[in-house]
């Protein structure tokens, strides 16, 4: 047996196989391509290295996706408007290496907040693990199925 000391107090260590936690690690990229990929301030550098860490977890299909958004202003837009993107995660549904992704996404502008339902799916592929990529997790055939505002509200100008 192998203890390892927490607090003075020993634990027996437990061997474990990677694919026992293999669907925490799953959810915990698709949420975090998410949260980079979705989650962006009014700062052109930040979103570039956000954008650089969504793009080792994800397949040609998010680089299209980014590629248009970029090619539309988006991105410059977000900049010189001061809006501030962030989204909440609401549910991840798992079917197979199918998922389903569901989040609250919040727009806030100088002026106005818009919040929006953000839904998409896409495939998991395991693929081996990197710095960049520490799960070992690809997203692949990621498209948006929604992004629909919900409310828009005037911001209270002191």
Known sequence: DIYVLSNHIPLQATKST???NRNAEYLSA???FHQYFFTLPPDEKYIQTQMNKAMYLVDNSGIAQYNTLKEKGY???LI????NITIVTDSILM???QFTFYA???IERPTLITIRTLVTSGFIQDVPRTDNNAHGVLIVRWKTLENNDISSTPKRIY
């Open 104 to 106: 609250t996404q919040k």
């Open 80 to 83: 010189s408007t001061s809006s």
């Open 18 to 20: 990677v694919d026992e």
């Open 75 to 77: 991105f410059t837009n």
């Open 30 to 32: 698709i949420e975090n």
């Open 95 to 97: 079917n197979g290496n």
